[in-house]
């Protein structure tokens, strides 16, 4: 589908903040320097071998900490775009893991790739069948392509997928908590308190493709720590974030800032 023709889906403006904000890429990138399939993912060998090739971007020896924090990007440029998406315009594309690329290039800048879909067919809700829609874009975000990503990353390359899947909530707490109310209007009030509140605390683990729902496992309460001056919600997993050059410190909402000195 071409840009013109993805205008008469979205507003311009609409496209502007998912593509300019939310990564999401229209074209494939002029370069492909680590640009794949998203489905290359999947498969044990193709998924070590990307890994090991972003590696040198974050200078680090520490594979899991490269595996982090590729893993916080992917999070982002799928599941916010998305979900922007559903519930500020109330519309839907497929995010399944084999209408996804990762396109991407590195200049020696911040690495932040971007999420191009090979088919951009747009779904809305029925009149009175917002719900059931909403499961449907949450199922195809999550269980068809963040917890297949995960599970395959976590087997590939032996790290925590209990630290992939935090990561990828924090996005998502920051998403509804702070992002989306800007500039909203009432009804796009009405429907980030709805969904939130859905994803929380209704939605069965079987959208997000795992036996308990991810976003109710690390919403942890929040609370005023030495570290912040308003209160926070104190990570359960580490990110590993101390171990990539230049980076060298522990996040305020790390569990091993007890450990730190």
């Not at 044990?44 to 590696?55: H, S």
């Not at 992917?74 to 396109?103: P, Q, R, W």
Request: aromatic letters at 12%.
């Amino acid at each position: 589908m071409q840009t013109n023709e993805l205008v008469s889906l979205f507003k311009p403006e609409e496209l502007d903040v998912l593509t300019s904000v939310f990564r999401l890429r229209i074209d494939p990138s002029p370069e492909r320097t680590f640009s794949i399939p998203s489905s290359d993912l999947l498969d044990k060998d193709k998924c070590l071998a990307y890994m090991e090739g972003i590696t040198g971007i974050f200078e680090s020896s520490s594979m899991v900490a490269v595996i982090s924090q590729f893993s916080k990007r992917y999070a982002y440029m799928t599941m916010a775009s998305g979900l922007y998406a559903m519930t500020m315009f109330d519309k839907g594309l497929d995010y399944s893991v084999d209408n996804c690329h990762i396109e991407s290039v590195y200049h020696g800048e911040s690495w932040l790739p971007e999420v191009r879909l090979t088919d951009w067919q747009e779904t809305s809700p029925e009149d009175g069948k917002r719900s059931e829609w909403r499961q449907q874009v949450i199922r195809n975000i999550f269980a068809d392509n963040i917890a297949k990503v995960w599970c395959s990353i976590a087997k590939a390359a032996n790290v925590p997928v209990a630290m992939l899947w935090e990561n990828m909530a924090i996005s998502l707490y920051w998403l509804y908590e702070k992002r989306m109310g800007e500039g909203a209007d009432e009804r796009q009030k009405a429907r980030i308190h709805e969904d939130y509140h859905y994803l929380l605390h209704e939605a069965p683990a079987e959208l997000f493709g795992e036996t308990e729902n991810p976003l109710a496992k690390f919403n942890s309460p929040k609370c005023a720590t030495p570290a912040s001056d308003v209160a926070i919600r104190m990570r359960k997993t580490c990110c590993f974030l101390y171990e990539i050059p230049g980076e060298a410190v522990y996040c305020i909402t790390c569990p091993k800032m007890k450990y730190s000195s």
